[in-house]
């Protein structure tokens, strides 16, 4: 019987299982769709923690029905999407829908700050962004507006801390997955100290938070009424991984700073597997890697390509239509519309900063500039990958200065890296080399590696990775390419958004 490895890939759209050998090969994989977002209000985002949770269940199951089989899963983890907080009562109730990371509520009404750090922020010049910081804050909005519900929760976790406790009847998460608005040192890796001044920016009482576990180490086994619900055999072991980017920078093999992380999902981020501490932009800090004692600096582009569904749903109406014709993927003919625009769309530059900037309250506005007569929707569609690819290029270069090692090539995870002609614009945009795991499912199989290491499969993560990573195809840059970019990066991507600012303030006070 050969030994697998489950991981559980909790995401923003889909929730998936997937089976691992332990030289990393996808065995099988059953994807289910998280439809059931609701918004009762504009901008905001909550879904049923137990969606999540009946979701992962028939995941599961479908894998057996299928064929595979579950005696021979050596050990499973969780990785998830980040920043989704949930709280829930003694035995571990949701207490009320989970709010999520694109929920976009504010809450201003927060208890004065004492005036020593008061002080202390302003003088640094982090006043507007705490209190940007603390606004958003789910805790804090739960804490003023519905009190009741404040007094009942017991714990609050992350979505990766709800789906352990659900498998193992244990409060217990990951030091890796410990990413929003919590009272978490990010550089020491454990919760805040009591002295430090996060227990002053938000609303948490130590009680209420889930022991943390590091990457690769048991948090527990599944209980009876989980493996009744999953069809897992009983006292499996559940191992602590990370959350979803974390995980990605794991499966694409990234064993230090030289190797670049792209993850083209629908929040795009670029980063790096670091030994060393840095912010990229204050106050936001370095999040916690996928193994222990690394940290995963990062840049985002926070509706990244989520652009790509809303081009689809609002101008992707032939390509859909052909790809009901002939059942292939509606992403192969998007390629088409890439190959069929050159480098740079005939000057048709776009501006990806659609909704909330990261640690500002006030959203911050796209734009797309150059319009002519000669453009068309494919040269539309080319300008969001290229601004997309144009933001993480500039958030990538600051990583790299503040990281003090060059980076020598280029990694692409999530849906994006299934285009040929997205990763070609990304090496020619970074002129860098830019590789294409094996597998798309790199969150996964991250997961799967620290299951592995903590069932003893591997003896470390180092092994582990050189077991169970390996990289498909390489795209070139284009030295000609390359040099338009450049140009196009200096002389007009980064001086759009100061120059564009005084258009927007004056946007904001005419229509808000």
Same mark, same amino acid.
Request: charged share 25%.
């Given at each position: 019987m050969t030994e697998t490895l489950l991981a559980i890939d909790c995401g923003s759209q889909s929730i998936r299982a997937l089976l691992f050998s332990p030289d990393g090969t996808l065995l099988s994989k059953v994807q289910k769709p998280i439809t059931d977002y609701r918004s009762d209000n504009p901008g905001w985002s909550e879904i049923d923690p137990l969606i999540l949770w009946e979701l992962l269940g028939r995941c599961c199951r479908e894998l057996w029905d299928r064929g595979a089989d579950p005696t021979a899963v050596k050990a499973m983890s969780v990785t998830t999407q980040r920043g989704t907080q949930i709280a829930v009562d003694e035995r571990g109730i949701p207490l009320?829908?989970?709010?999520?990371?694109?929920?976009?509520?504010?809450e201003d009404q927060q208890k004065p700050l004492p005036l020593l750090w008061k002080t202390i922020f302003g003088v640094a010049g982090l006043s507007r962004s705490i209190k940007s910081v603390r606004s958003e804050c789910e805790v804090n909005w739960i804490a003023v507006n519905q009190p009741g519900i404040w007094k009942k929760t017991y714990k609050f976790l992350q979505v990766s801390g709800y789906l352990n406790f659900k498998l193992t009847d244990l409060f217990r998460d990951s030091t890796g997955a410990q990413v929003g608005y919590v009272p978490f040192d990010y550089k020491k890796q454990q919760w805040a100290s009591d002295n430090h001044f996060l227990w002053k920016l938000f609303a948490f009482k130590r009680s209420q938070l889930p022991e943390l576990i590091e990457p690769g180490n048991p948090i527990g086994y599944v209980s009876e009424e989980a493996a009744q619900h999953t069809g897992l055999p009983e006292g499996l072991p559940v191992i602590s991984a990370a959350a979803d980017k974390a995980c990605e920078?794991?499966?694409?093999?990234?064993v230090d700073a030289s190797v670049?992380?792209?993850s083209y999902g629908t929040r795009a981020t670029a980063t790096i597997h670091s030994r060393k501490y840095f912010e990229v932009e204050r106050p936001l800090p370095a999040y916690a890697g996928g193994m222990p004692r690394m940290f995963t600096p990062e840049t985002s582009v926070i509706l990244g390509y989520w652009m790509v569904n809303w081009f689809k749903e609002e101008f992707g109406h032939p390509e859909q239509e052909k790809a009901k014709e002939i059942g292939s993927p509606v992403e192969v003919f998007f390629d088409d519309l890439l190959n069929s625009t050159p480098p740079g769309s005939h000057g048709l530059t776009l501006l990806p900063k659609w909704g909330r900037d990261n640690g500002r309250s006030t959203p911050?506005?796209?734009?797309?500039?150059?319009?002519?007569?000669?453009?068309?929707?494919?040269?539309?569609?080319?300008?969001?990958?290229? $601004?997309?690819?144009?933001?993480?290029?500039?958030?990538?270069?600051?990583?790299?200065r503040k990281s003090g090692e060059k980076i020598k090539v280029l990694r692409v995870s999530g849906g994006g890296s299934q285009s040929d002609a997205i990763m070609q614009i990304?090496?020619?945009?970074? $002129?860098?080399?830019?590789?294409?795991?094996?597998?798309?499912?790199?969150?996964?199989?991250?997961a799967a590696i620290a299951a592995s290491v903590g069932a003893g499969v591997h003896p470390d993560f180092t092994q582990a990775m050189k077991a169970m990573t390996r990289q498909n195809e390489v795209f070139k840059p284009d030295p000609k390419t390359v040099q338009l970019y450049k140009k196009l990066f200096e002389d007009v991507y980064l001086p759009m958004p100061r120059r564009l600012a005084p258009l927007n303030k004056a946007l904001r006070k005419i229509v808000g």
């Open positions: 009320r829908p989970a709010i999520t990371w694109m929920d976009e509520r504010i920078a794991v499966g694409c093999g990234a670049g992380c792209l911050v506005k796209g734009a797309i500039i150059g319009f002519g007569d000669v453009h068309t929707r494919g040269h539309i569609y080319r300008a969001i990958i290229e $601004g997309i690819t144009l933001e993480l290029h500039r958030g990538l270069k600051r990583i790299e990304t090496a020619d945009i970074f $002129g860098l080399p830019t590789e294409r795991p094996h597998t798309f499912e790199t969150a996964g199989l991250g």
